[in-house]
């Protein structure tokens, strides 16, 4: 079980199992101020029929992947439109026509890994862990390098030298190249430490600050097109533009 906490203060609980028995179950249930939702994805129950064996049915098609036909079921009555198979097609076909975005492309997808993957993360911790921060940000002129940057007031803890050579592997992590940790610092605007994929820490790094420089602007923690960034080496100036200058 998972417990979702999202930017507006609303919580969500998620659960999800291997061994359900009675096969998939997707249901969504929305309690509100002055009301309640219930959605029963799947299986959907707009019908539902109920036989002892199977025999009664005879070769009657009830639904897709179903082992039996007996005891309860749940008949699609219309099936391709109850799975929604031609409103996707039908705003495919007006996201080109309209030239929009579709309700459900690629962000929402990274967004949905990036709320799995902050599950185990927080599993693993023993305690919240925000979603916010983690995005892998390729930038420079290593196009093949990729960095992650962390916030330091997000993690649930300090971050360990396990902890970053998990986070890097490729096989049982996230995968990267290295982590930026964003910090706070009495000696710059921003506050940088930079660690390796074996979990030591580095001084400097110059496609790291190019790195880091690009994810300060673009989630609104620069207010200014130049500002400094406090690294274990010194102290930089950096511009939204990820130019650096000594």
């Known amino acids: 079980m998972a417990v ?121 911790a023993g305690g919240a862990w925000s979603s916010s921060g983690h995005d892998p940000v390729r930038q420079g002129a290593w196009p093949r390098q990729r960095l992650r940057v962390l916030e330091q007031k997000s993690l649930p803890g300090p971050l360990t030298t396990a902890a970053i050579r998990r986070i890097c592997d490729r096989n049982y992590g996230v995968g990267s190249d290295g982590i930026l940790l964003l910090t706070s610092t009495a000696r710059a605007d921003f506050g940088l430490r930079i660690f390796n994929p074996d979990g030591s820490e580095a001084e400097k790094s110059g496609n790291g600050l190019r790195i880091f420089a690009k994810y300060l602007w673009d989630h609104g923690y620069a207010k200014q097109p130049t500002f400094t960034v406090d690294t274990r080496a010194a102290w930089s100036s950096a511009s939204s533009r990820c130019g650096l200058a000594a």
Do not use: C
Request: charged share 25%.
């Open 4 to 124: 979702v906490t999202f930017e507006d203060g609303t919580k969500a609980t998620i659960h999800s199992n291997d061994t359900t028995l009675g096969g998939v179950r997707n249901v969504v249930s929305a309690y509100l101020t002055s009301g309640v939702v219930h959605a029963n994805i799947t299986p959907n129950t707009a019908v539902v029929a109920y036989a002892p064996e199977a025999r009664v049915w005879g070769e009657e098609y009830i639904t897709e992947k179903v082992e039996t036909t007996s005891g309860w079921q749940f008949p699609s009555p219309e099936e391709d439109w109850m799975r929604g198979y031609p409103q996707e097609l039908e705003d495919f076909v007006d996201a080109i026509h309209d030239g929009r975005p579709p309700l459900s492309d690629a962000s929402l997808a990274r967004e949905v890994v990036e709320v799995i993957y902050a599950g185990y993360l927080s599993r693993r």
